[in-house]
């Protein structure tokens, strides 16, 4: 068989272990709780909350759209056109067109560019937040993580980009199999090190200091059967007054994050009660679970690309000869692009029913549905979220449940418990 062949077989391989994963380890089981329940738990927000948190969503809205809409755009005008190709030739072009210039340095101004270009749109979102008082950011440190967030791209972009075009040079024709395996285990390898080498350039992580809270967290931590070191802290007030926890790591780098807005914010209980829904994802797995669909996707993907890339009108309209050159990239970044739109709506259904799964394990864990139900309508309230968003935009993205859900939620567990 050809490498063609095995190409179209291995990726059927993979759909097929990804809806197999997809039906086996999400838990599609638990219906969202119901809409009266819903309905009522929205007329007892504060209606200026929930005004406040729909303007300040319909403030962000069209800039957030712009920005996908132009980074599409320009991924395809890069793409299917010649003028990708070309981009990357010029910067190949000092160094005599060697290929590991046109590689990286070529892949690197194509990633640079379409940042770029929707960097007006990023300004932009940070004068709404800063609007909105959300953000406690002046211009400088906003400058700052944009370029630390840069480097971050451009470092583990290089890695990629050279590790890849190596494969395509030692593997003209088996390379989309080693990219695959490669790509599946780049996702695993990120998963354990992005704790520990990625999210230190933007926040300090301190121990929770010793006190009541931290002994109660970690005695429930143990009573769960979760086993956790620490609890860390992390400085998110040096950029938002937003609040937030969660868990990131796998095995030896696993962490249980809070903000420390969260802690200045929040009532000691509903810290516990945000604490309880992290174990609920440390206990499932569900960081495996993410990195399993996620390797998964990324072998699939490779696979696909290599397949569609294939097909000559495309390679035509890029004016390449084979997807495989760095010239090619642009085109690969098109589809990568479109790629990522159309799994976004799908992701985020995932998403949601996972942390569903992690709400029901912190009200069972706390059995205190009051507080689970305070802590959502805190952590609505501060972080100005639309506590029921447009179906459309809740089906498209949203990766959690709506306030008015999760809300509902506590109300069918305290009915279920008799509270
Ligand atoms: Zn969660």
């Known amino acids: 068989m050809s490498p063609r062949g095995w190409a179209v077989l291995t990726l059927a391989g993979l759909v097929v272990a990804l809806v197999v994963v997809g039906a086996l380890l999400i838990p599609w089981s638990r219906p969202p709780a119901p809409r009266a329940d819903q309905l009522a738990a929205l007329r007892a927000l504060p209606v200026d909350q929930v005004a406040r948190g729909r303007a300040f969503h319909a403030a962000l809205r069209p800039g957030g759209y712009a920005s996908l809409a132009v980074g599409l755009l320009i991924a395809l005008a890069l793409g299917l056109t010649p003028l990708g190709s070309r981009l990357v030739e010029l910067a190949g072009r000092p160094f005599g067109g060697?290929?590991?210039?046109?590689?990286?340095?070529?892949?690197?101004?194509?990633?640079?560019?379409?940042?770029?270009?929707?960097?007006?749109?990023?300004?932009?979102?940070h004068t709404v937040l800063a609007r909105y008082g959300l953000s406690t950011q002046g211009w400088g440190g906003w400058a700052v993580d944009l370029v630390k967030s840069y480097a971050v791209t451009a470092v583990i972009g290089a890695l990629v980009l050279l590790g890849f075009y190596s494969v395509v040079r030692l593997a003209p024709r088996w390379w989309w199999a080693f990219g695959a395996a490669?790509?599946?285990?780049?996702?695993?390898?990120?998963?354990?090190?992005?704790?520990?080498?990625?999210?230190?350039?933007?926040?300090?992580?301190?121990?929770?200091?010793?006190?009541?809270?931290?002994?109660?967290?970690?005695?429930?931590?143990?009573?769960?059967?979760?086993?956790?070191?620490?609890?860390?802290?992390?400085?998110?007030?040096?950029?938002?007054?937003?609040?937030?926890?969660?868990?990131?790591?796998?095995?030896?780098?696993?962490?249980?994050?809070?903000?420390?807005?969260?802690?200045?914010?929040?009532?000691?209980?509903?810290?516990?009660?945000?604490?309880?829904?992290?174990?609920?994802?440390?206990?499932?797995?569900?960081?495996?679970?993410?990195?399993?669909?996620?390797?998964?996707?990324?072998?699939?993907?490779?696979?696909?690309?290599?397949l569609i890339g294939s097909w000559p009108p495309l390679l035509r309209l890029a004016?390449?000869?084979?997807?495989?050159?760095?010239?090619?990239?642009?085109?690969?970044?098109?589809?990568?692009?479109?790629?990522?739109?159309?799994?976004?709506?799908?992701?985020?259904?995932?998403?949601?029913?996972?942390?569903?799964?992690?709400?029901?394990?912190a009200l069972a864990l706390t059995g205190d549905p009051a507080t689970?139900?305070?802590?959502?309508?805190?952590?609505?309230?501060?972080?100005?979220?639309?506590?029921?968003?447009?179906?459309?935009?809740?089906?498209?993205?949203?990766?959690?449940?709506?306030?008015?859900e999760r809300m509902a939620a506590a109300r069918a567990y305290a009915r279920e418990i008799g509270r």
């Open 372 to 404: 689970f139900e305070a802590m959502q309508r805190r952590l609505a309230g501060v972080n100005l979220a639309d506590p029921d968003p447009p179906r459309w935009e809740y089906l498209w993205s949203a990766s959690h449940p709506s306030t008015v």
């Open 182 to 306: 490669g790509a599946a285990g780049l996702v695993v390898l990120l998963s354990f090190v992005l704790p520990v080498l990625v999210e230190p350039v933007f926040n300090r992580f301190t121990p929770m200091e010793p006190g009541p809270l931290r002994t109660e967290l970690m005695s429930m931590a143990a009573r769960d059967g979760v086993p956790v070191r620490d609890v860390l802290v992390a400085d998110a007030s040096r950029r938002t007054r937003a609040v937030n926890a969660y868990v990131s790591g796998l095995g030896p780098t696993r962490r249980v994050v809070v903000y420390d807005t969260l802690l200045r914010e929040a009532t000691p209980e509903e810290v516990t009660s945000v604490v309880a829904h992290e174990l609920g994802h440390a206990k499932d797995r569900d960081v495996w679970v993410g990195t399993l669909v996620g390797a998964l996707g990324a072998a699939a993907a490779v696979a696909a690309l290599y």
């Open 319 to 361: 004016g390449v000869d084979s997807i495989a050159q760095p010239r090619a990239f642009p085109l690969l970044i098109a589809l990568i692009t479109v790629a990522g739109l159309v799994a976004t709506p799908a992701q985020a259904l995932m998403s949601r029913r996972v942390e569903a799964r992690a709400d029901a394990h």
């Open 98 to 125: 060697h290929w590991v210039a046109q590689a990286v340095l070529g892949g690197l101004a194509v990633l640079l560019l379409v940042d770029l270009l929707t960097l007006p749109l990023a300004a932009w979102r």
